[in-house]
T-cell receptor, first 114, second 107 residues
Framework: NAGVMQNPRHLVRRRGQEARLRCSPM?????VYWYRQLPEEGLKFMVY????????ESGMPKERFSAEFPKEGPSILRIQQVVRGDSAAYFC????????????FGNGTRLTVT | TQLLEQSPQFLSIQEGENLTVYCNSS?????LQWYRQEPGEGPVLLVT?????EVKKLKRLTFQFGDARKDSSLHITAAQPGDTGLYLC???????FGTGTSLTVIP
């Protein structure tokens, strides 16, 4: 199965630690999107990346959050100095082309900050 | 800014009933997608609508794109417990999801 792979599925961090979330897109997909979801809520757009480039980061908090999609390897969403409010499910999606193409999602990383 | 408003937010119905979910916006979209998300999983694409007035059917699900391409509806006929999930509309060209409709179908 060459679907979108996210790891870890569950991540527990204490306040002040760093969280690194990984996303390997589907084979042949060069566009990656990150979303955050709180319980009983919809998905909030965070960032859109294409290989080695950030295309749109309008949904990313200005501080502590960063994302990359290197030429080789998975896309990484990094959260520095986590706080309790960062607890959420983080979903990654990929697509073969950019806007208007269907999104293929991973099963998410559930981050819990204690 | 929330571009897409969905209604109702929560819906609980008996098996066999019909229902309609709405996705509304003041903006015009070149396309709109509907996804379903089950607990613990990522959303899965159901359909993409592109043309104003377009109607697409997927078994018991009927999707319609408004004539002005600002709104869309999802109608489910004879709902089944397997239809339970979070239904989300999505702007194909602006990355945003709607507020979501959580559907529970009671056997």
């Amino acid at each position: 199965n060459a679907g979108v792979m996210q790891n870890p599925r569950h991540l527990v961090r204490r306040r002040g630690q760093e969280a690194r979330l990984r996303c390997s897109p589907m084979k042949g997909h060069s566009h990656v999107y990150w979303y955050r979801q709180l319980p009983e809520e919809g998905l909030k757009f965070m960032v859109y990346l294409q290989k080695e480039n950030i295309i749109d980061e309008s949904g990313m908090p200005k501080e502590r959050f960063s994302a990359e999609f290197p030429k080789e390897g998975p896309s990484i969403l990094r959260i520095q100095q986590v706080v309790r409010g960062d607890s959420a499910a983080y979903f990654c999606a990929s697509s073969p082309t950019g806007q208007n193409s269907p999104l293929h999602f991973g099963n998410g990383t559930r981050l819990t900050v204690t | 800014t929330q571009l897409l408003e969905q209604s109702p937010q929560f819906l609980s119905i008996q098996e066999g009933e019909n229902l309609t979910v709405y996705c509304n916006s003041s903006s015009v979209f070149s396309s709109l997608q509907w996804y379903r998300q089950e607990p613990g999983e990522g959303p899965v694409l159901l359909v993409t609508v592109v043309t104003g007035g377009e109607v697409k059917k997927l078994k018991r699900l009927t999707f319609q794109f408004g004539d002005a391409r600002k709104d869309s509806s999802l109608h489910i006929t004879a709902a089944q417990p397997g239809d339970t999930g979070l239904y989300l509309c999505h702007t194909g060209n602006q990355f945003y999801f709607g507020t979501g409709t959580s559907l529970t179908v009671i056997p």
